[in-house]
């Protein structure tokens, strides 16, 4: 996979963030299991990912944050083995106390092909909770994607965070409309940089009569901060694959 090498020097650069950055980074490291069912007309398939995946965020100059993330993933289905990779930089700024706005772009592998992104990404910050936006344009080898996303993020307690999203997908060429619809929570680990992720996302393509669902599970490290420092600090969630059909093209 010809990112691998790539993605694999950009997660142990993030590791190795809070020792090498003068001031010191927010961002976690994780790895996550995904058990997916696609319901077709054919019948039912299932396929199994996993994924290695990093994020951190950093002073750039003056009051910009830069944030970098990458993605590698091995997946088994019917039979065959592929591992992808994705990559992305962001660059952000607040604006007042409680928001901020950014763009960044990514690159992911798409089949034989590489996926490049453009967008831009809008949070606000609540006492309790962190609203997300993201408008983005995808393109793969020709094949132009638009997405729009949102999330909303509630901090039951400084441990426990549980978010819902929702995100709609057009693919031009294919006449295509899909939607997206996640629910997920994190639970820090008493006294420990480590945290326990679980989600699950349901896919539905209406007009290729193709629906998809998804469950994760995974283990975080992370440096910097809590749950909601990561958030505010702009390392909160990456950019990484962003557009949802990229998984299923």
Known sequence: MKSLLLLSTAIAT????????????????GISYTDTSLDTPMGDEDLESWSLNGVTAMPA???????????????EFLGDDDTAGAASVGL???????TR????????????????????????????????????????????????????????????????GITYDSVDEADL?????????????ASTPFSVTAGY???DLGDF?????SFNVGLRYSF????????????????VGIGSLLGIL
């Open 14 to 29: 993030l590791a190795a963030a809070p020792a090498l950055a003068q001031d010191a980074p927010v961002g976690s490291i």
């Open 61 to 75: 100059f003056g009051e910009w944050t830069v944030t970098l993330a990458a993605d590698v993933t091995n997946t």
């Open 92 to 98: 952000s700024r607040m604006f007042g106390s409680d």
């Open 101 to 164: 706005l950014g763009g960044f772009i990514a690159a992911s592998d798409a089949g034989n092909d590489t996926a490049w992104t453009g967008g831009f990404r809008a949070q606000k910050y609540l006492a309790n909770a962190t609203l997300t936006g993201v408008v983005a344009y995808t393109d793969v080898d020709g094949t132009e994607i638009w997405t729009a996303g949102g999330d909303a993020a509630f901090y039951v307690t400084p441990s426990l965070r549980l978010n819902a």
């Open 177 to 189: 409309d899909a939607w997206t619809y996640s629910v997920g929570a994190e639970y820090d680990i």
């Open 201 to 203: 996302a349901r896919s």
């Open 209 to 213: 009569d193709l629906e998809v669902d």
């Open 224 to 239: 910097g901060g809590n749950q909601q420092a990561r958030d505010r600090a702009g390392a909160g969630s990456s950019e």
